[in-house]
């Protein structure tokens, strides 16, 4: 069931947002500086717990399943909203912090992938469709 899993992501999503304003005051900027990511890495960090914790039931995890796989369309349409052509024109630092930001990105990804054990897989989709 969908509104499991959106129950946790809401919860997640109100924290990253805090935080990003919270963060955006701190550096004088009238934005939410990284609230929606803030709010994806509290997903993962609670969803993990919870599952290594068994607190998760089965049709959380399949509900948490599927905001995974809607995760990258709901940040592109978040996203849509801010004014990039005005942060272009603002200066170079935008652009310079955008290049560092992918190039942390690509340095750091691989290095946390291989970071700990395999962790539990969720429920296949099959398995999901049988649930419902």
Same mark, same amino acid.
């Given at each position: ?9 809401s ?9 990003g304003?919270?963060?955006?005051k701190?550096?004088?900027v009238?934005?939410n500086?990284g609230?929606?990511?803030?709010a994806? *890495? ?5 969803s993990?717990?919870l599952?290594?914790n068994?607190? *998760?039931?089965?049709?959380a ?5 599927f905001?995974s796989m809607?995760?990258i369309?709901?940040?592109v349409?978040?996203t ?11 200066g170079p630092?935008?652009i ?8 942390v990105?690509?340095i750091?990804?691989?290095l ?9 897989p ?11």
């Amino acid at each position: 069931m969908v509104i499991y899993g959106l129950a946790l992501l809401s919860l997640c999503m109100f924290i990253g947002t805090y935080i990003g304003n919270l963060l955006g005051k701190v550096l004088n900027v009238s934005a939410n500086v990284g609230g929606v990511g803030f709010a994806m *890495l509290i997903l993962i960090l609670a969803s993990d717990y919870l599952l290594k914790n068994d607190k *998760l039931s089965e049709k959380a995890q399949s509900g948490i399943q599927f905001w995974s796989m809607m995760y990258i369309p709901v940040v592109v349409a978040m996203t849509a909203r801010q004014n990039v052509v005005a942060a272009v024109k603002g200066g170079p630092m935008a652009i310079t912090a955008g290049v560092v930001a992918v190039a942390v990105a690509f340095i750091f990804v691989p290095l946390l992938a291989k970071i700990g054990e395999p962790g539990v897989p969720l429920p296949s989709i099959e398995k999901t469709k049988e649930v419902s």
